[in-house]
């Protein structure tokens, strides 16, 4: 009896010193268990891309993209999917419904661009989802966004969108607005580790509407790698070392991102509205679903859940669940939400009633 109590006693002293240990050489002592990012190598098998110079932007961008994967899949803690790992054509509603369906943290679609009208162009740019600032950029998002007239049923896959019109272009920028500050601040990681590492020509990140980020629902960016229409620019990115560094550059950047994100969760996981003076009192709310179509906030609407509100904006109308000023709660009711079946739930801060974005809430 004594000697099974002993064993008992000293098997448990091995668990307590030995098992922290465990935890953190499998990476788990982190609130982060895992970060997917999906890298998007843009075009492929039918749809070459720009061919500046005669360069094939489809082998570029798949170079890179694979290249990036495999530095990103040292880390334990990041999970990479690929849209495509050969040469092969993805439609872009396919592209983003991937990354949609892995729940990705992060989705990154790489380009190389091209201006026929003046070929001395070049540098590196970063784009978000959003309304055209200038004329350039709306070009840019047509050249990208004409590849779904290589796909079947384009018509009814994108509800009779015209890349020309830009009066469709504005109805892409709904969906994706909720995710535009943090897809903002995963461009400007990118495109300032480009100047900064790469000393290439500052492009900036700049809003407009491509298709292939309209779907996604997560932070989406798009990178255009450099200009293949300029002699110079389009030998270094069909090169090897040009490959070689910008995919360096690239997967560092999303490193550095990740990191910083994880750092904000942790530090910010016991954040409770209700310490704050009340001017600047802070609600957290679960966004589950938007849509043009009236529902009674009832739970037999939404799979069960209580405690859902509605708001109308823009003609859409955006449901939420919960309403707490403890970011920790939040959390716990954004994966309840989501073991109901809402995948794509995610937090929104309200400051005295007015949504503002989480990154100032958790400020």
Known sequence: MKANIFFKLFFFILLTLFFPFYLFSQGKSSSYNSFTVVLDAGHGGKDSGNRGNNYYEKKIVLNIALK??????????????????????????????????????????IHCDSFERNTLVYGAGTFVMGLHVNERNFEIAKKENSVIFLEDNFLQNYDGFDPNSLESVIGLTLMQETY?????????????????????????????????????????????????????????????????????????AIKTYFYNLENTLVNNNNFNSN??????????????????NFLSTKSYNFKGLKLISREKRRNVYRYYYGNTANYKEALKLKKRAKRKGFKKAFIVAYRFEKKIPLKEALK
């Open 68 to 109: 990036i994967g495999k530095i990103l899949e040292k880390q334990s803690k990041i999970k990479v999917i690929y849209t495509r790992k050969s040469d092969v054509f993805v439609n872009l509603i396919e592209r983003a419904n991937i990354a949609n369906r892995a729940d990705a943290d992060l989705f990154i679609s």
């Open 180 to 252: 535009l500050d943090q897809s903002i601040v995963a461009a400007n990681t990118i495109q300032n580790s480009f100047v900064d590492k790469l000393n290439r020509k500052n492009r900036t990140v700049k809003q407009a509407g491509f298709i292939v980020l309209k779907y996604s629902y997560m932070p989406s960016i798009l990178v255009e790698t450099g200009f293949l229409t300029n002699k110079k620019e389009g030998a270094y990115l069909d090169s090897k070392k040009g490959q070689n560094e910008m995919s360096v550059t690239i997967a560092n």
């Open 275 to 292: 310490n704050l003076p009340k001017k600047d009192k802070i609600t957290f709310k679960i966004q589950i679903a938007a849509s043009k």
